[in-house]
Structure formats: structure tokens, C-alpha cells
């Protein structure tokens, strides 16, 4: 499975972003799909993820800020609202599916006035 990213950039505290990740194939019946993000100088963290398609979990920081959703075939949300500056970090797309594990390229949010 390939995992392309997309949707960050530099936005202002309190802002907000949606970022996308399109997947090489549905998935839709995938057992876990979230997002991960990786700050300078700090270890990759869950974000959001969505298991078996229905328990969605969040990182304490980003509850009540953070969305994540996705559609019927390949494509996975995460809306970021009241962005603030340590929220700065490379976000992945992972997937885990049949024992594998996937991850995108990761696309860079920047909040910064």
C-alpha cells in the first residue's frame, strides 16, 4: 500500500488545516488507520486513529482540536483546528493491515506567526 499525504504548510496559531492522505488502494476494511506526527528533536506520536472503523482515539493534546474521518475507498482525513506552535511537526499517514504496517512520506504543518 502506498500513502500520499498532503495539506500542510505554514498557517498562524489558531488556524486551521486539513490534511489528506491518499491511499494506493481502499482502505476501507483495514483493521487501523491514523495519523502520527514527528516534532524537531522529538520521537514520532500518535495523533488520531480510527480502529476497525468505528473507535476513534486521540492524543490528549488534540482532543476537542483534532478530527480524523475518511471516505468509503482510500482517502483518510485529519482536520487541525486552533492550530498553536507545538503542533509544528512532520505528519505520516499509517495504515496496518494483514500484520503490515505503512507509512507515507509524511507532509510538514508549520504554526508560526
Known amino acids: 500500500v502506498q500513502l500520499q499525504e498532503s495539506g500542510g504548510g505554514l498557517v498562524q496559531p489558531g488556524g486551521s488545516l486539513r490534511l489528506s492522505c491518499a491511499a494506493s488502494?481502499?482502505?476501507?476494511?483495514?483493521?487501523?488507520v491514523g495519523w502520527y506526527r514527528q516534532a524537531p528533536g522529538k520521537e514520532r506520536e500518535l495523533v488520531a486513529g480510527?480502529?476497525?472503523?468505528?473507535?476513534t482515539n486521540y492524543a490528549d493534546a488534540v482532543k476537542g482540536r483534532f478530527t480524523i474521518s475518511r471516505d468509503s475507498t482510500s482517502n483518510l482525513y485529519l482536520q487541525m483546528n486552533s492550530l498553536q506552535p507545538e503542533d509544528t511537526a512532520v505528519y505520516y499517514c499509517?495504515?496496518?493491515?494483514?500484520?503490515?504496517?505503512?507509512w507515507g512520506k509524511g507532509t510538514l504543518v508549520t504554526v508560526s506567526s
Open positions: 499509517n495504515v496496518q493491515h494483514a500484520g503490515m504496517y505503512y
Open positions: 488502494e481502499t482502505i476501507f476494511s483495514f483493521r487501523f
Open positions: 480510527l480502529l476497525l472503523g468505528s473507535t
